[in-house]
């Protein structure tokens, strides 16, 4: 079955919202100049919350070939839980897709396996699309493997979705993440692979054929090509490389480098 690579930009805590316009408007040009075809390979930028609403005007003004995406979302609908985010708050400004346990709010924000898919519910209710992220720490990679924790994640992140949900997969091994060590595409290959494999196993080959599956981790415009090469992984979360238009445009296109 083929799936429509996706090539996710997540800015982090980086760029305020005027910073951010004028990424996105760099990345519009890049994309123009390149003759960049969505229906060939989407593209999502993922901004910070205070910056949504600037870049969803935009891409609607302009009619940006670029799909939006918030970073975190609350598991909870409403009410007393200052400073959360709700996913319907999100699907008001067009958001289209959120990142939900990405390795920085697990470490940094102790979240743990249920509240991941509790936000996945709460996204994949409100009609977002659950970018839902895995991965392994060094530690976990000597002591059980590349595969073992990043499937765990992924089994417990997707347990109480409905059947027939539409979700991402980003598999983004922690030490690989900022440090510019990023996996080799075999071994992410290896990881995605088993990632699918309890996607068949825990929703049947039709979410597991049609789900996409990303890799993340120090992802840069001369190492994509490689990744994509790879039968179970249909794209990237680029971090670092997202918040420069250049760079980001050439990962885009990384159909020029590698047949696929
Ligand atoms: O969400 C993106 C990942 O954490 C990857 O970040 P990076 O490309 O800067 O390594």
Redesign the pocket.
Known sequence: MSRTPFIAG?W?MNLDHLQAIALVQKVAWALKDARHDASEVEVAVFPPFTDLRSVQTLISADKIPLGLGAQDVSPHESGAYTGDVSARFLAKLDAQYV?VG???RRAGHGETDEVVSAKSVAAQAAGIVPVI?VGETAEDLEEHGAAAIPAAQLRAAIADLPDGAEFVV?Y?PVW????GN?ATPEQAQEVCRALRDVLREACGDDTADATRVLY????SSQNVAAYMRQADVDGA??????IKADEFSRIVQFKKHVAV
């Open positions: 997540n982090k990142i990405h390795s920085e992220c980003a983004e690989a993440i900022g440090t990023a993340g981790g120090s992802v979360l680029v971090g670092g490389a997202s």
